[in-house]
């Protein structure tokens, strides 16, 4: 199983929503390895730290210990770049203390993110008349 459940695809301009699984982060060799980051009840935060793949634009999605690491969102504009990829995930204890999981220790696949637009294109027509056109919904629209 996956750290994490994500949309397929990823959209720009809306709220994706990203699951994490602790007990499969907790399998991750850098965390098991941590006797006190492998106990859950240390944890206060989970951050998925991204970064665009050109640009330097970054992203963070955090999972918290308050609302018993629901589900969090991922947005990006419709302006973002196409390309996140995951650098890293940090779990952070009550009092600040940090476990870094880097990307070299995860598999990039289940995390790394290929953003789609959200605005859908909608398909004309043009009928034979070339005055009508219809719309995918089936709606006519005049032009005058």
């Known amino acids: 199983m996956a750290i ?3 949309p397929n695809p990823v959209l720009k301009g809306v709220d994706n929503e990203f699951t994490l699984f602790k007990g499969e982060l907790v399998n991750n ?11 859950f009840s240390n944890w206060s935060l989970v951050n998925l730290n991204y970064e665009s ?8 999605i955090t999972f918290s210990s308050i609302d018993d690491f629901a589900p969090s969102y991922f947005y990006a504009s419709n ?3 196409d390309t996140f990829l995951i650098m890293s995930i940090q779990i952070v204890d009550f009092d600040g203390q940090i476990l870094e999981v880097p990307r070299s220790a995860l598999n990039t696949l289940q995390f790394d993110i290929t953003l789609n637009n959200s605005e859908s ?3 004309v027509i043009l009928l034979e008349d070339g005055f009508n056109l219809l719309l995918e919904s ?3 629209l005049l032009l005058e």
């Open 4 to 6: 994490i459940s994500k």
């Open 29 to 39: 060799s850098i965390v098991s390895d941590d006797p006190y980051f492998s106990d």
């Open 53 to 60: 793949s050109e640009g330097n634009q970054k992203k963070v």
């Open 79 to 81: 302006r973002a770049r």
């Open 121 to 123: 294109e909608e398909l």
């Open 138 to 140: 089936g709606e006519n």
